[in-house]
C-alpha cells in the first residue's frame, strides 16, 4: 500500500548502472517508477515484479520527439510525477584530436541536449502541479578534468551550467534542482565507455598516462552503489535541496582541490581584473 512518503519517480538510462540500481531500490520501498532506456526489454523482470508499480517504455534522448511524447504519456499514466532524474549518458574516452566528429556530437546531443529536453519537457508538468524535484546526474567531472575526458567534462560543466541556472528560474514555482556528482563507482560505466583509435603522438604524454592507467585498473574504485543511490533517494525530502549533491571520498577530494586552485588563480589576478575597469 502507497503511504504519504511513497513518489512517483521518472527515469531515464534505467537498463544498467546507477539507473538500473535506482530503479530497483524505489520499487523495492514501494515508489512508483517511469522507466525509459533505448533497451526496455531489460527490465523485463522488474515488470513481472512490479507490474502496478512500473511503467517502462523505450526512449533514446536524443530523439527530441520521442522526449516530448515520451515524458507527456508519463505524467499522463501516473497523473503527478515528483521527481525527475536525468541519469542517461556515457563517456568518450580520447583525445581532443582523436575523436571523430560523429562521436563528439553524439556525446554533446546525450548528455547535454538530452538531459535539457526531458527537463523542458517536465517543467510544465511540474508546474502545473504545484512542484516537484529534478536530479541531474552529472560527475565530479563536472567541476574537473582529466586527460582524455575532454569531450565528456564539456557536457558535465555544460550540464551544471544549465541546471545551476535552472534552479534560480524554477525556484518560484515550487521545483527543486539538485546537481548530482558521483565519484567512481563499480557499475557498466567503464565498459560503457566509448573510444577513438589512438594517435602514436600522444603515447607519452599525460593522455597516454591516463589511457595505460585506467587499462591497468590502477584507479581505486571506492564508491557503493548502494549508497550513493539512498543518498539521491533521501536528498529530494531535504527542503530546500541542495544545489549539488557529491558522492564518494574521490568525488570530494578531487573536486575541492580543483575548486581550491582555480580560487586561488582567481585570487592572484585580483590586481589584474581592477585594474581592467574604466576609472571614474
Given amino acids: 500500500m502507497k503511504n504519504e512518503q511513497n513518489k512517483t519517480w521518472f527515469i531515464t538510462g534505467t537498463s544498467t548502472g546507477l539507473g538500473r540500481i535506482l530503479t530497483e531500490k524505489l520499487l523495492e520501498q514501494g515508489h512508483n517508477v517511469a522507466a525509459t532506456a533505448r533497451k526496455p526489454e531489460t527490465l523485463q523482470s522488474l515488470i513481472a515484479q512490479y507490474p502496478h508499480q512500473l511503467w517502462v517504455a523505450a ?14 504519456n508519463a505524467f499522463a499514466h501516473f497523473g503527478r510525477i515528483d521527481v525527475v532524474v536525468n541519469n542517461a549518458g556515457y563517456a568518450l574516452f580520447c583525445s581532443v584530436e582523436e575523436a571523430a566528429d560523429e562521436q563528439i556530437r553524439k556525446q554533446i546531443d546525450t548528455n547535454v541536449i538530452g538531459s535539457i ?27 574537473t578534468t582529466y586527460p582524455n575526458f575532454s569531450y565528456y567534462h564539456t557536457t558535465k560543466w555544460a550540464i551544471e551550467g544549465f541546471c545551476d541556472t535552472l534552479t534560480k528560474e524554477v525556484e518560484p514555482f515550487n521545483i527543486g534542482v539538485t546537481i548530482v556528482e558521483p565519484g567512481a563507482h563499480k557499475t557498466s560505466f567503464g565498459t560503457g565507455m566509448e573510444t577513438a583509435p589512438v594517435m602514436d603522438a600522444y603515447d607519452q604524454t599525460p593522455a597516454g598516462d591516463v589511457r595505460r592507467a585506467v587499462a591497468s585498473g590502477a ?18 525530502d531535504q527542503n530546500p535541496m541542495p544545489k549539488r549533491l557529491a558522492l564518494g571520498g574521490d568525488a570530494y577530494r578531487d573536486m575541492r582541490a580543483a575548486l581550491a586552485g582555480r580560487l586561488a588563480e582567481l585570487d592572484g589576478q585580483k590586481d589584474i581584473a581592477l585594474a581592467s575597469e574604466m576609472e571614474e
Fill in 117 to 143: 529536453q526531458v527537463i523542458r519537457a517536465a517543467l510544465p508538468h511540474l508546474r502545473a502541479q504545484g512542484g516537484g524535484s529534478i536530479l541531474q546526474l552529472s560527475s565530479a567531472g563536472g567541476q
Fill in 219 to 236: 584507479f581505486p574504485i571506492r564508491g557503493d552503489v548502494n549508497k550513493t543511490v539512498q543518498a539521491m533517494i533521501d536528498v529530494v
Fill in 59 to 72: 526512449l533514446d534522448v536524443t530523439n527530441t520527439v520521442a522526449v516530448n511524447d515520451i515524458v507527456n
